[in-house]
């Protein structure tokens, strides 16, 4: 019999100080429990994973010593050949956690590609509730919730990433779609100034910053409005992760 794969949320980042306060209200305690029982996990990062560990042992002891809990790598640059190692724990009848470095595992995630394998060997596949910066981000930007596209990262190079967004803004416009997002932390002010020199300047543009954090932030305006912000005074938000959302009207 094989072992089940759980899901595991992680918080979306935490500020000095700020970790009790996080863990109870982002992580459910039932998560942190479970989370607490397994030996094994694949996480993108050991080192940053056996951190959260041990803050969680803090709150709910540990099945096993720290030094003895097993965690397997699984990154954007682990091969495609690397995955069926990782299930091994699972064949032999181990619960095994996934665990992403901030949020929910296998959404905008390598995290996708095992579940997948999971799926194909008839492993038991089990999602656990915690925070998702996407959904998070487009509950709080008043955008249509209905019918909505995440697209991950848009081109480094201006003129290749301009035509991206002219491209995103059509389609939005024709589906009526609201367009999600990310960018490397150090490139959000380029994100928002490309978005909002670029998109009409009565398209809806929507900043979700540090979500769920002391300083989280979520401004909706017109891109317009966003071009006389950014020449007054630019967001504070360079080297915090961020949700870009647009919608075209």
Wanted: charged share 15%.
């Amino acid at each position: 019999m094989t072992g089940t794969l759980f899901l595991i949320p992680n918080t979306l980042g935490y500020h000095e100080g700020q970790q009790d306060g996080l863990l109870a209200k982002i992580i459910p305690d039932t998560v942190q429990s479970m989370s607490a029982q397994l030996s094994y996990f694949v996480a993108e990062n050991a080192k940053t994973t056996r951190a959260y560990l041990k803050f969680l042992g803090q709150h709910h002891p540990l099945t096993l010593a720290m030094q003895e809990i097993q965690i397997s790598e699984l990154n954007v640059n682990t091969p495609a050949q690397a995955l069926e190692g990782l299930l091994q724990p699972l064949l032999q009848g181990h619960d095994v956690g996934l665990i992403s470095e901030a949020g929910v595992p296998a959404v905008a995630d390598p995290g996708a590609n095992l579940v997948r394998l999971a799926h194909q060997r008839n492993i038991t596949v089990r999602p656990l509730v915690g925070p998702s910066s996407l959904l998070l981000a487009l509950m709080g930007s008043g955008l249509n919730g209905q019918s909505f596209a995440f697209h991950g990262y848009l081109p480094t190079d201006a003129a290749l990433r301009a035509k991206r967004i002219k491209e995103l803004e059509d389609r939005s416009r024709k589906e009526k779609q609201t367009q999600l997002l990310i960018e490397t932390p150090y490139r959000n002010a380029a994100m928002l100034e490309a978005l909002s020199s670029t998109c009409a300047p009565g398209s809806l543009i929507c900043v979700a910053t540090d979500l769920t954090l002391p300083t989280e932030s979520i401004n909706t305006r017109t891109a317009a409005d966003w071009k006389k912000i950014i020449q007054q005074q630019a967001p504070d938000f360079h080297k915090k992760p961020t949700v870009f959302l647009f919608l075209a009207q």
